[in-house]
Nanobody, 118 residues
Framework: QVQFVESGGGLVQPGGSLRLSCAASGSILGTYYIGWFRQAPGKEREGVSCISRSTGNTYYADSVKGRFTISRDNAKNTAFLQMNSLKPEDTAVYYC???????????WGQGTQVTVSS
């Protein structure tokens, strides 16, 4: 069973920064990506960013390119999302997710609230 410890959410003013972290524990065999989705009130959950544990290849949604940076610490099974130049539209619950490729399986964290408001 995979468990997550998510941290780093909170309230920040527009233009500010936050750093999310997601530490995964448990047995995760195989190639996988780790990253974040987010869901704002009344909207569907959307992918934000992810990183391959093995290659370090990254993906960013167009809405966050140039503002967010994802990284990982393989030794600690932890991923980080540095969020800069935050906008009110970034307000959402951010969910950590591990997507294993073979065999395919998804693991979700419990989510952390990010609120961007003056």
């Amino acid at each position: 069973q995979v468990q997550f410890v998510e941290s780093g959410g909170g309230l920040v003013q527009p233009g500010g920064s936050l750093r999310l972290s997601c530490a995964a524990s448990g047995s995760i065999l195989g190639t996988y990506y780790i990253g974040w989705f987010r869901q704002a009130p009344g909207k569907e959950r959307e992918g934000v960013s992810c990183i391959s544990r093995s290659t370090g290849n990254t993906y960013y949604a167009d809405s966050v390119k140039g503002r967010f940076t994802i990284s990982r610490d393989n030794a600690k099974n932890t991923a980080f999302l540095q969020m800069n130049s935050l906008k009110p539209e970034d307000t959402a619950v951010y969910y950590c997710k591990i997507h294993r490729l073979i065999p395919p399986r998804d693991y979700w964290g419990q989510g952390t609230q990010v609120t961007v408001s003056s």
